[in-house]
């Protein structure tokens, strides 16, 4: 399940005014299903830019990214608890300070196995959860996927996504790349607002909000 978890803490990072507490938990979470994806890739970039960001602004943070379609036992989920790695991989969500979420466009919304893991997710589990918005597509055409889709989604959790997602074709990101011009700056614009959400939740911290067992 998890592709990459790292451990960032910046060493002798001033952390000012900031407590000095765990890192900061940032998931990503990608519903690609294709090998490679665009999709997984890109989300993997962002929580490596957000992390290093976040560590030249004093903030430890690790990282860890769960690539869905490759999560032992994913097809129907029927009840929880599921597969132990199914169940890691949706505390994991639900225990984040920063979620980075992305899905390509399939018949213009996410694809169906991202929305198959999301139903699992407890409804109580990602409230105020600052959330950075990404998407994939095959041509600009849907490119409203991140605001008709994925944004009214994490409003019913009660999250809090960014004010900037990022929607990619592949003339804007490839091979690992995000494209010069409109772009990137937009994918720097998407980061500078995590690395401020995490600033936000590391001086905010807010108590514990509990679960459903
Ligand atoms: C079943 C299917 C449906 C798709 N539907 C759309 C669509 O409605 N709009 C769109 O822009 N691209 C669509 N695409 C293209 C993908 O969104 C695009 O290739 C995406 O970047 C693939 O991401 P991945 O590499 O992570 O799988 C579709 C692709 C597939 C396989």
Redesign the pocket.
Known sequence: MTLLTTSKTAPGAQTGSLPATEPLKIVGLSG???SP????SLVELALARISADAEAAGLASTTRLIDIAALDGIGALRSRPASEEIEAALQAVEGADFLVVGS?????SYSGLFKHFVDFLDYRGLIGLPVALLA????E??ALVIEHQLRPLFAFFQAQPLGTGAFFTERDFANGAVSAGAPQERFERLVHEAVHALVARRRHAHPAIERAA
């Open positions: 690609g299903l294709s994806s665009r999709t997984l390509p466009v399939y018949k213009g994939t597509g095959g041509s055409r849907h």
